[in-house]
C-alpha cells in the first residue's frame, strides 16, 4: 500500500474554502485516490475520489499533482457540518478487493 | 433507502468471553468489510467478504472470524475476548467488484471488554 503523509490538524473559518493536502509519493500507477471523512461518533463516509484528473462533486473537489505524488482535497465553503477528520487513500481495485489502508488523517475543525 | 445497519450498537464483555457481531449491508449490495478502530491504532482492516466468500483478511489472530450468509448478511465473531479488544468495529457495504466502488459504513459495534 503506498504510504501517505496528511497534516495532522487544520482548522478553517465557516464559509472560507478549505484545502486538505495529502503527499502519496510512493502511489502506483493503478491506485485511485480516495478521500473519506469521519464525523464525530459516526462511521466514516466517502466524499470523492480520482485517478488522474481533477474531480467535483456535490460535497468536494479533487485535484490530483500530475505526478500523482500529491492530491488536495478542496471544501469550496467549509460549514460546522464539516468539521470531522479526512482520511486520503490510495487504493487499488483491479485485483477485486476493495481494502481501504486507513491513516491517522487530518483533523479539520471549522470555527464559526 | 436504509443504509448499513449494525447491531449491537454498544456491548460489555469480559475477558475469555466471545461475541458476535452482525451487519446488514445496503439492499443490492454483496460486499461487506469489517474494520476495527481503536484510538491507538486507529482504522484497521479486519476482512472482506463477497457473495459468501472471503476476498481478503487483514492481519488479526485467528481469534477474530466472520462469514458472510446469502442474503448478504454478515457476522463476525472475536473469541476468548482480551481487553485490547475494545474497540469500535465498523462495516462496510458496497455493490461489488466491477470498478471502482463508494463504500457505504455503518455507525458501528462500540465493544467493550471488561
Known amino acids: 500500500d503506498a504510504k501517505t503523509t496528511q497534516p495532522n490538524s487544520m482548522e478553517s473559518n465557516e464559509e472560507e474554502p478549505v484545502h486538505l493536502p495529502c503527499n502519496h509519493s510512493t502511489i502506483s500507477g493503478t491506485d485511485y485516490i480516495h478521500w473519506y471523512r469521519q464525523l464525530p461518533s459516526q462511521g466514516p463516509e466517502y466524499v470523492i475520489h480520482g485517478l488522474t484528473s481533477n474531480v467535483n462533486n456535490r460535497m468536494a473537489s479533487l485535484a490530483i499533482a500530475e505526478d500523482r505524488k500529491s492530491s488536495t482535497l478542496i471544501l469550496h465553503r467549509a460549514t460546522l457540518r464539516d468539521a470531522a477528520v479526512y482520511y486520503c487513500?490510495?487504493?487499488?481495485?483491479?485485483?477485486?478487493?476493495?481494502?481501504?489502508?486507513f491513516g491517522k488523517g487530518t483533523k479539520l475543525s471549522v470555527i464559526p | 433507502k436504509a443504509g448499513v445497519t449494525q447491531t449491537p450498537r454498544y456491548l460489555i464483555k469480559t475477558r475469555g468471553q466471545q461475541v458476535t457481531l452482525s451487519c446488514s449491508p445496503i439492499?443490492?449490495?454483496?460486499?461487506v468489510s469489517w474494520y476495527q478502530q481503536t484510538p491507538g491504532q486507529g482504522l484497521q482492516f479486519l476482512f472482506e467478504y463477497f457473495s459468501e466468500t472471503q476476498r481478503n483478511k487483514g492481519n488479526f489472530p485467528g481469534r477474530f472470524s466472520g462469514r458472510q450468509f446469502s442474503n448478504s448478511r454478515s457476522e463476525m465473531n472475536v473469541s476468548t475476548l482480551e481487553l485490547g479488544d475494545s474497540a469500535l468495529y465498523l462495516c462496510?457495504?458496497?455493490?461489488?467488484?466491477?470498478?471502482?466502488?463508494?463504500?457505504?459504513f455503518g455507525p458501528g459495534t462500540r465493544l467493550t471488554v471488561l
Open positions: 439492499s443490492g449490495h454483496r460486499s
Open positions: 462496510a457495504s458496497h455493490l461489488g467488484p466491477g470498478g471502482v466502488r463508494e463504500q457505504f
Open positions: 487513500i490510495p487504493s487499488y481495485s483491479g485485483a477485486g478487493s476493495y481494502q481501504l489502508t
